[in-house]
């Protein structure tokens, strides 16, 4: 079954609108502030959704861009303008980050922890927003089975019941979806480039979270059947369109569950980053 992200992104969208424009009749707009090192084009593309997505839901995004010639001197104070700003409720350091500038974690630990929405920061309140997407999609699978009559159990005792694997462990997707799994009480296996028998650890899976950015990576042969799969990985095609880890038409008949690239993991991401900054927006105490 085709899991429908642009649809559950939507709920969620429609339920951050109301909540903004209860805020805004306090006289707050939630705004996100991204600063930019470069003009990496996966960078501007998800630059370009998140202004979308904040234009949507009735909030603000600031986006601060530098040449990769920007000493670490000068990131930092643009960090320090944004986290002293009280109109600015969400603070981003869009990655990559160029090697020369700085070490990425000491430049992304100079954000306030208040205004860390993306969640990478230690001790960050906010959840990092694709994970918190891959628990979104599969809560929603976990009730389909329910309605369906299959399951039972709760949420998270499905969830515990499961074998899961995650391919590829980059700090921006394999990592905090671990981790965040690992909050659940889950036993992942996370499969990367060194890790031996990866294809028997893949067929003996019953939910997959790809997260590799490689077409083909996982297909009908090394899944089993019924298998739940997530793609996060995104890759540009020869075809010149973006493409997750798996090719649709090729698992389809053998995942009970798979999101599709696009509209997939992809909208609800979005929307928990909206989610994020709408929370960091109340937390801040601008509104009395």
């Not at 104070?77 to 109109?87: L, T, V």
């Not at 299959?150 to 700090?171: D, H, P």
């Amino acid at each position: 079954m085709r899991l429908d992200g642009k649809a559950l992104a939507d709920e969620i969208m429609g339920d951050l609108t109301k909540s903004v424009e209860t805020l805004k009749k306090h006289g707050v707009t939630p705004t996100l502030a991204v600063i930019l090192v470069g003009s990496d084009p996966g960078s501007l593309s998800y630059i370009r959704q998140k202004q979308k997505a904040a234009e949507r839901i009735g909030a603000k995004v600031i986006v601060e861009q530098f040449p990769e010639t920007v000493t670490p001197e000068k990131l930092e104070s643009a960090i320090a303008h944004y986290n002293n700003d009280s109109e600015v409720h969400g603070l981003i350091v869009q990655r990559p980050i160029p090697t020369f500038v700085g070490e990425v974690g000491d430049i992304l630990n100079t954000v306030a922890p208040a205004k860390d929405v993306d969640g990478f920061i230690q001790h960050s309140p906010f959840e990092v927003p694709v994970a918190e997407a891959v628990i979104i999609i599969l809560e929603r699978i976990h009730e389909n089975l329910k309605d369906a009559g299959l399951m039972t159990t709760e949420f998270k005792t499905w969830l515990n019941s499961q074998t899961i694997a995650i391919v590829g462990r980059g700090e921006t997707a394999g990592k905090p979806v671990a981790s965040t799994l690992a909050k659940y009480d889950c036993a992942t296996s996370i499969i990367h480039s060194k890790t031996p028998n990866p294809a028997s650890i893949l067929k003996n899976s019953t939910i997959i979270i790809s997260c590799v950015g490689k077409e083909h990576i996982i297909n009908s042969k090394n899944i089993r059947p019924g298998v739940i799969l997530l793609s996060i990985g995104l890759s540009r095609g020869k075809d010149g369109k973006m493409h997750g880890d798996y090719d649709e038409e090729n698992i389809q008949h053998t995942a009970s569950f798979f999101t599709p690239t696009p509209g997939g993991v992809g909208p609800v991401n979005i929307a928990c980053l909206m989610k994020n900054l709408v929370d960091a927006t109340v937390l801040s105490g601008s509104v009395v």
